[in-house]
């Protein structure tokens, strides 16, 4: 009789986020009267499962660094619900955020601005342990030097300053930094967006190694949709302020359902010349529309090469169309002959933002 296969180890959400808004009042007038809001993420919810990471991806302006930066509390949250390894800190106080800090940390875009000039690599990496560990000068030195071996530094730039390294360094050291408290969640920033194309794979090579070797899990947010599709499992697509579109990888790429992420992807240079000749580019008419006064129904519908009446009036509910994929259109409404665009989802059309493949 032939052993029975072990069952699989179940998948572990570690980043859940439901209802996510974050919103910048306006003021105007003598007075400083509240007068409207900046809406630059509007009700965003999904996960992020354990050792995964999700790419989240849309043009400039669109919200997904203000989205990086409230999942970790660097915003206060206008509303909603933020769970990191089981424990709410959408609205925790600073007491709270502060025990949490070790858990999950950030790799930021820009490494010379990250980096303060006046302290040196050893420094640096060796702040967030002198916040949050009591090891000694000697232990402490001895983790720095397994960071800089980690991150492919070497020892002996310790006492150099930032402005002596490359900007591939620099991000280096910011990711050293990071890791410093052994975290379990890591949103990188668009961390490859202000190097060279040449040092860019360096670094997103480093972060798939450390990922492997540390078992960490990536908030990945770019505008290269390339590099998205090396270092990603799941993708989500933000516009205006909402996501559109969530789901894994391949599929997202090889046949997207939002007309926005059609659209993206259309962007994208084909590096076979023959293939490049017959790439079909979708150009979106139209600006995109202000935050602060976002259109009614679809945030897209005055963009859309797909619009219908119903986009103009009501908004699209985010459901799953397919498994795994979740998407905000009325096509998809139409296709499946449900009136949920005009009525709302139900509870459970909005439960489960965790399926996908990891890698």
Do not use: W
Not at 107 to 114: E, R
Not at 168 to 184: E, M, T
Not at 341 to 359: I, R, V
């Amino acid at each position: 009789m032939l052993d029975a296969k072990p069952a699989a180890k179940p998948v572990k959400t570690l980043v859940e986020v439901r209802g996510l808004k974050m919103y910048f009042p306006i003021h105007t007038g003598l007075l400083r009267a509240h007068t409207g809001d900046v809406k630059a993420v509007d009700d965003v919810s999904f996960d992020i499962l354990e050792g995964e990471t999700l790419g989240l991806v849309g043009e400039s302006g669109c919200g997904k660094s203000t989205c990086g930066r409230a999942l970790i509390r660097l915003y206060d949250i206008t509303s909603g619900s933020v769970k990191i390894d089981g424990t709410e800190i959408g609205h925790a106080d600073q007491t709270r955020l502060r025990k949490m800090r070790p858990t999950m940390q950030m790799v930021f875009q820009d490494p010379q601005a990250s980096l303060n000039p006046r302290m040196t690599v050893a420094d640096i990496i060796s702040e967030p342990l002198s916040e949050h560990t009591t090891l000694s000068k000697t232990d402490k030195l001895k983790r720095i030097y397994e960071l800089m071996d980690a991150v492919g530094l070497n020892r002996r730039f310790a006492n150099r300053y930032p402005h002596e390294f490359s900007g591939g360094q620099r991000q280096r050291i910011g990711i050293a930094r990071a890791l410093a408290l052994n975290p379990k969640f890591i949103v990188c920033d668009e961390p490859i967006a202000a190097l060279d194309v040449s040092i860019q794979a360096q670094v997103v090579n480093l972060l798939e190694q450390l990922q492997d070797e540390f078992g960490l899990t990536y908030l990945f947010i770019s505008h290269d949709l390339s590099m998205v599709r090396h270092i990603a499992d799941r993708i989500a697509v933000m516009y205006l302020g909402k996501m559109v579109e969530l789901g894994p990888r391949d599929p997202v790429y090889d046949s997207p359902l939002h007309p926005y992420t059609e659209a993206l992807l259309s962007a994208v240079p084909e590096p076979d010349p023959s293939l490049e000749k017959t790439r079909e580019r979708i150009i979106l008419k139209g600006d995109v529309p202000s935050p602060a006064n976002p259109p009614k129904g679809c945030n897209f519908c005055t963009r859309c090469p797909k619009v219908m009446d119903i986009c103009r009036q009501i908004e699209p509910e985010f459901r799953e169309a397919e498994p795994g994929r979740f998407v905000a259109c009325h096509l998809y409404d139409q296709n499946n002959k449900t009136t949920a665009g005009a009525t709302g989802g139900t509870e459970a059309d909005n439960e489960h933002f965790q399926q996908g493949e990891t890698k």
